[in-house]
């Protein structure tokens, strides 16, 4: 920890008492105890707490996270008073300006944040434009983009599966559905590679991103196709090229970060659980029956960014005062006991019982699960079938978690094969 970062965490440990007394020696919910293991936290916290718990995230600012099945989707079904607007937040005076969660907060004009009748409007037209996709041509491009990343690799005999494939599929894809030409979509997928980097380049490549993404809209103004992007240009809703650009910029994000992060965990479940990898010639169903399990038990998004309270609440065990931040944990809602009383019953494919899409009027919307779960079971299906013999190179229990509450997703995944 750096000496700024020091002070900082103190002057937050110093408001707790006189203003957050229950968070006063609250778990972290980050540093390598709970990286180690989430899933073991939140039991501890579950114990202790109940359905709601103090929390303490980076830098120990004060946070309530949702433990209970019933109250993730009692929080969204009221969005009237657990806002999604982080202006409300009673913190903010804690909060360093260089604070690396800042951007997950910071309230933006997309349907990932807006409510009422404009997240209606908006998330009509990405409906609408995701359930045109044809599923069947959809697969099949995605089998080409497989089959080209697994190309780069394949006479190697080794590959680093996260950086070399999982990251980089769901993201050509995404840009084959817009109608994105190659060439420009190999340039917006490096630039958004960088973007997630969060080195020195990160914010130039941002703009460059933007930039980007902006030209093709106006491409599609001046001449549309029958791509996805076109439908959406030509929307009856008529979003403005910025609406337009603030949701395409969702997506991509979604593609980089959900989707690659499916693909990883599934290739991780079928290649170091020896359930899976008894029948990995069992085709398709074994492939559907891991993505469901990594749905209940290793989500992709482990936890829903912030809840903000209106005015003041009763939750759980403990009342909250107006301004407090509510994180709803995706990961303790799925083991929830009351509705997993068996925590060893494996979940089967087609349950979707799960809170991996979210509830309520931000609930990922059918045609985009449709699409998400069509791109990562191409991926893990192909790598199978061109790597039969792909193994890890080490333990499945030794492999590294990218370290953050808000994504359980593998920092790498280092396999080896016979060279083909």
Known sequence: MT?????????????????????????????????????????????RHGVLAPVLIDGDIPAWLVLGYREFAYVLENPELYVRDSTLWNAWDLIPPDW????????????????????????????????????????????????????????????????QYAQLLPMYALGALLGIPSADNRALVKEM???ASGDAAAQEAYGRHRAGLHRQLAM??????????SRLVGHPASLTDDELLEELLTLSSIAHVTVSSWIGNTLRLMLGDPRFAATLFGGRRSVSDAMAEVLWEDSPTPSITGRWLARPGQLGNFRLAAGDMVILSVAAANADPRVR????????????????YGHGEHRCPVPAQEIGEIIAE????????RLPDVTLTVPA???????????????????????G
Request: overall charge negative; hydrophobic content about 45%; some cysteine.
């Open 193 to 195: 590679l960088t973007v």
């Open 220 to 229: 599609r103004r001046e001449d549309a196709g029958f791509d996805m992007l």
């Open 100 to 163: 690396p969660v800042l951007p997950i907060l910071l309230s933006r004009d997309t349907v990932w944040w807006l409510s009422g009748a404009e997240h209606e409007r908006r998330s009509s037209v990405l409906h609408d434009g995701l359930a045109a996709v044809d599923p069947l041509e959809l697969r099949a491009r995605c089998e080409r983009i497989a089959d080209e990343l697994i190309d780069v690799f394949a006479s190697a005999g080794r590959a680093e599966l996260i950086s």
């Open 397 to 419: 229990e030794d492999l590294v978690w990218q370290p953050t509450v808000w994504v359980r997703g593998l920092a790498a995944l280092p396999v080896v094969f016979t060279p």
């Open 378 to 385: 191409t991926a893990v299906q192909v790598l199978l079938d």
């Open 3 to 47: 000496e700024a970062n020091a002070v900082r965490q103190t002057v937050s440990l110093a408001a707790l008492p006189s203003r957050y007394p229950a968070h006063v020696g609250a778990a972290r919910l980050y540093g390598d105890e709970f990286h180690r293991d989430p899933a073991a936290v939140y039991h501890q916290l579950r114990t």
């Open 341 to 356: 009383p068996n925590p060893e019953m494996v979940a089967v494919a087609g349950n979707q019982a799960h809170m991996s």
